[in-house]
């Protein structure tokens, strides 16, 4: 057997055994030995061992392949086929990687504890009444669980970065534009990135290597070739770090708070200087997020009519008819929650003083983290506000919910890279911390991270 | 925005028609009470000044990289008859008056 | 009472590439239905629109054309509504930041003499697919081998007062736009539609009064026919008290009658925002300037050029430069050798004829030219020219050897020209007395009698010497 064929084999069997978590929507045994074969025949062709060879990635069912249906965990895409695949995978491919499965979300990417999906929620692989956060949970749950040590997933307001600190896995953002958007099923298109789950940085470092870069395909993509990271900062000697006032309220979890605490100490050991510095607008960044995102989202989502593929409602009537039936019960509530509000956000007499107002406010978030970085060279923040919530607790109310978000979505809005690392537990539950850089500094944010990873016991007890 | 009205039913209903969704009959007050409690939570914004300006809100390049006029659609691994719920001769279907496809 | 009618016009043309707006899909005409897609003009999940530089390099064109500022930036926006053959759910365009705005463009009315129309903008935008009604019973058949050709919108500003000031103000627009290469500006290939706004209002009044929108015309003859029933709808309303309401409506060229579309229950709510797949579309002043240079000299400049250096008539320099092709076979006429009189009698004549009778130009200017040549060198006649002419359409034989064969070329030989005169002397003797005694304008009389002995074929300039001479 070769070495790649081993590795999709063993990646079977650790499916096999995860099955419990929910994580995953779609794999085969056949597929992955088919993966084996193409991650073979690439390295053959190159001679040598590509960067990722045989390494078995999951990714999450909102990007599209050929091989395997993609359902944004909607029924409204049940049995959905793509007729091509995605960028991101077809360079991760070219990397020699494995396609291991795709993996459970919430619904479209609009959650933030992977239980909005059609196809029943994830549980948190450590913690089975807790949620493993969301919307890209199951490639979370999957990377905690060991499964694979890699992982694609999509943010949109901080989809990766705060499952990556409610299940103790490194989950990196980079800038808007750095991975190309091709064959990622759109939320809300200004700001949806690609996203890197990862047991370590490096790992996460060596996927960013292989998926970035410029495409053709998306017009948003950044005029840039792939990134190139290179060794974990030894000294940090002459670097400063902010620390945001608005990420560390007085009531902040105290377990959350010791984590950053560490994290700076970290820092200073390295002989980095701490500073605090101040994001104004941090408090309107959750409002703002729910008047763009939704907007986009009504839009992105008109696709989706039975029409052309997908599923088609058996309603009576004409065509009018149809839409409504299909599209009300093919999509779940917060999904058809979002598309509302966007929809409203965006109608006449409301433009202004919604959506209009949101961009507003937007360009005002994206200024502070401008003259934040005019102060400092990179930012240290909480990623969450809690560790990991409990399976029901926020479903009831979709606000409580959205603010699980609060601290993750700035960096959205403003499209600037962020990675969150694992910084320890609080009463066992893990607790992550966030690093975030200006706007294109992708590969010195990691270089940075890798050094503070280095410096921390990700099973240690904060408190 | 200053004092917001609350959603009504009759919004609900408006937009829903615009984003050709059915609402049921019965979850509608639900709908209106999430809608209202999204709304009235959004509307914080309006206390940000509208003097208060910033450059473009959105990063990304400044501006569109425009492709050349050549004929390279990206290709389709199997065709739209496979994708379609209705698809006759050549044409996707969709239903014109009282009838819908036997399928 | 009288009643003024005011017209404003919107004109979708389809712009000229091979690909379509946001995709490599191909514009070809005619290919079975649905087999020019792709994941983008499919509206599949996860592809991403790009838009081609050559539609906006012809919409740029076109837009300077008319006179319009191209703006440095300019943003797409969607247009959001729900229909069949709308993959996306959203039409890509732009909205409050269009491509160019401004810009005139004037016509001769019957009525009010030169007009300029005003242009309000021209922005860039994707055609949406074909709904087909009558191919399948009991369903809609959808095309999207159409969805996404890039189409530039023209948007004119309400000064056009008849219906037969719209048809005449389009001629012009096409003629023009023509001449950009922007568009093929083809109603029956739908390269070129348009949709008018039309209201009235009482003769002096200066509000404007409700308008309504009549699409579905598919000629310029036709728009002004669907004007006409309009305006007359609107007057009928108005004089018997009742209120003109906003709505679209639809020709029938058949009955020749406007009638409403079924009113959509939601009002036009297209939720238009920047489209956020696509930044800031920026161009630089030296990349307008270059679509500037590429522009040929346009009908105005070129009508002037003919008049004023040519010393053509104005009816002439007006003929041949309104329509691009003609004017450029006009002026290959003229770089042959031919002098600007001869090409422009030539040009409006048979060329014309011919240009009417099969759309294009069955004898090459250069031909045409060598033809002019000759008899210009007294080699073949006028009237045999026009003969030649006639049989170079189909001969692809070089127009001397043609007329050689055909016997027309001219005789310059005084030897035989002498004879014929000889001839002619001996048979009007009474004439050759008097034309002696001083009635000398008998000359014409005797070379038309040497022509028609030659059967035409004598040089008209050689015989007239070789008559005086023998007349002395």
Not at chain 1, 14 to 20: C, D, P
Not at chain 1, 74 to 90: D, H, M, N, Q, R
Not at chain 2, 71 to 100: C, D, K, Q, S, W
Request: with cysteine; charged share 25%.
């Amino acid at each position: 057997m070769s070495s790649a064929a081993e590795a999709a084999a063993r990646t079977a069997e650790a499916l096999e055994q995860s099955a419990g978590l929910n994580a995953t929507l779609h794999w085969s045994p056949e597929l992955l030995q088919a993966e084996a074969k193409q991650a073979e025949a690439t390295r053959a062709a190159l001679g040598s061992d590509p960067a990722l060879f045989a390494t078995p990635v999951a990714v999450k069912d909102n990007i599209v392949t050929v091989e395997q249906p993609t359902t944004c965990a909607s029924k409204i895409l049940e049995g959905y086929t793509s007729p091509f695949t995605a960028t991101a995978v077809e360079r991760l491919r070219a990397a020699g990687a494995i396609v291991a499965c795709k993996t459970n979300l919430d619904e479209f990417a609009m959650g933030s504890s992977t239980e909005h999906s059609a196809f029943g929620r994830v549980k948190h692989p450590e913690f089975p009444d807790r949620v493993p956060g969301g919307s890209s949970g199951g490639s979370a749950a999957l990377v905690a669980a060991g499964v694979v040590p890699v992982a694609l997933g999509s943010e949109t307001g901080g989809s990766v970065r705060q499952p990556a600190a409610f299940c103790g896995v490194v989950g990196f953002k980079p800038s808007y534009g750095r991975v190309s958007r091709h064959g990622l099923v759109a939320f809300a298109s200004s700001l949806d990135a690609i996203s890197i789950f990862s047991g370590t940085t490096l790992d996460a470092a060596r996927v960013l290597q292989a998926i970035s870069g410029h495409d053709p395909l998306d017009a948003t993509s950044l005029p840039e070739p792939a990134v190139t990271v290179g060794p974990a900062r030894e000294s940090l000697a002459g670097v400063r770090i902010g620390l945001p006032v608005e990420y560390l309220p007085a009531d902040l979890d105290p377990g959350v708070r010791a984590a950053v605490d560490r994290a700076a100490d970290v820092l200073r050991s390295c002989g980095a200087e701490l500073v605090e510095v101040s994001l104004p607008h941090t408090r309107y960044a959750v409002p703002t997020y729910y008047i763009v995102a939704p907007a986009e989202a009504s839009a992105n989502l008109a696709r989706f009519d039975g029409v052309r593929y997908g599923h088609r409602a058996e309603a009576r009537g004409d065509v009018a008819a149809l839409y409504a039936a299909t599209r009300g019960e093919g999509f779940g509530a917060e999904v058809r929650r979002r598309i509302l509000v966007g929809t409203y956000v965006l109608s006449a007499g409301y433009y202004d003083a919604y959506y209009r107002k949101a961009q507003q406010v937007r360009a005002l978030i994206a200024a502070d983290f401008h003259s934040a970085f005019g102060q400092v060279d990179y930012l240290l923040a909480p990623t969450t506000p809690t560790p990991a919530f409990k399976a029901g607790e926020k479903t009831d109310d979709p606000v409580a919910m959205y603010l699980a978000d609060v601290f993750v979505c700035p960096a959205n809005l403003a499209g600037v890279p962020a990675v969150s690392v694992p910084a320890g537990r609080s009463d066992g539950l893990p607790v992550g911390v966030q690093l975030l850089a200006p706007y294109r500094k992708d590969a010195e944010l990691l270089e940075l991270a890798m050094a503070v990873e280095a410096g921390m016991d990700r099973q240690a007890e904060v408190r | 925005m200053g004092e917001r009205m609350s959603i009504k039913a009759e919004d609900v209903i408006r937009v829903a028609r615009l984003a050709a969704l059915d609402i049921g009959e019965q979850e509608l007050p639900a709908v209106v009470r999430q809608l209202d409690r999204i709304m009235g939570y959004v509307e914080q914004l309006s206390e940000v000044p509208a003097d208060q300006k910033a450059d473009a809100a959105v990063v990304g390049p400044a501006s569109v990289a425009l492709r050349e006029d050549v004929v390279a659609p990206v290709p389709l691994a199997h065709p739209p008859e496979a994708m379609a719920p209705g698809f006759i001769a050549g044409f996707f279907t969709v239903p014109v008056r009282n009838t819908l496809e036997e399928s | 009472m009288t009643w003024e009618t005011v017209i404003g016009l919107e004109v979708h043309l389809q712009l000229r590439t091979v690909s379509k707006m946001f995709c490599g899909c191909s514009t070809a005409f005619g290919d079975p239905p649905n087999s020019n897609v792709c994941p983008v003009c499919l509206g599949l999940p996860g592809a991403l629109p790009v838009p081609n530089a050559e539609a906006i390099r012809l919409a740029a064109r076109a837009a300077l054309a008319l006179g319009g500022t191209v703006h440095d930036v300019s943003i797409f926006a969607r247009k959001n509504y729900f229909y069949p053959d709308l993959p996306k759910g959203y039409q890509i365009s732009q909205f409050d930041r269009p491509l160019s705005t401004g810009g005139a463009v004037g016509f001769e009315s019957a009525d009010r003499g030169r007009v300029s129309v005003g242009i309000t903008r021209l922005h860039v935008e994707e055609d949406a697919g074909k709904s087909l009604h009558d191919r399948i019973p009991g369903r809609t058949a959808v095309d999207l081998n159409r969805a996404g050709v890039p189409l530039a919108e023209i948007v004119t500003q309400p000064d056009l007062r008849s219906p037969a000031e719209a048809r005449a103000f389009l001629g012009n627009l096409r003629q023009l736009l023509l001449y950009t290469g922007a568009s093929d500006c083809s109603m029956e290939l739908g390269s070129l539609r348009v949709d008018a706004n039309l209201s009235i209002r009482r003769a002096g009044d200066s509000r404007l009064g409700t308008k309504t929108e009549v699409k579905n015309m598919n000629s310029f003859a036709n728009v002004e026919r669907a004007l006409n029933a309009e305006r007359d709808r609107q007057v009928a309303l108005l004089e018997s008290g009742k209120p003109v309401r906003q709505v679209t409506l639809l020709y029938d060229a058949g009955t020749g009658d406007v009638r409403p579309t079924r009113s959509k229950e939601e009002s036009h709510d297209y939720r238009y925002f920047p489209e956020p797949d696509l930044p800031p579309l920026q161009l630089t002043p030296e990349w307008i300037s270059e679509r500037r240079d590429e522009l040929p000299e346009l009908p105005e400049a070129r009508r002037a050029r003919f008049e004023l250096a040519l010393g053509l008539t104005p009816y002439h320099a007006g003929v041949i430069a309104s329509e691009r092709a003609i004017a450029d076979y006009f002026e290959a006429l003229l770089a042959g050798g031919v002098d600007a009189r001869a090409a422009a009698s030539w040009t409006t004549g048979d060329v014309m004829t011919a240009w009417n009778e099969t759309g294009g130009f069955p004898v090459a200017a250069e031909r045409l030219a060598a033809l002019v040549g000759l008899e210009r060198d007294g080699i073949v006649s006028l009237q045999a020219a026009k003969r030649v002419f006639a049989e170079l359409r189909e001969d692809p034989g070089e127009p001397r050897a043609i007329a050689e064969r055909l016997g027309l070329l001219q005789v310059r030989d005084t030897g035989a020209l002498a004879g014929w005169v000889e001839e002619v002397v001996e048979a009007f003797p009474g004439e050759v007395e008097r034309y002696r005694g001083g009635e000398t304008r008998l000359l014409g009389f005797f070379v038309g009698q040497v022509m028609k002995r030659s059967n035409g074929k004598a040089d008209p300039k050689g015989v007239q010497p070789v008559l005086l001479e023998r007349l002395k």
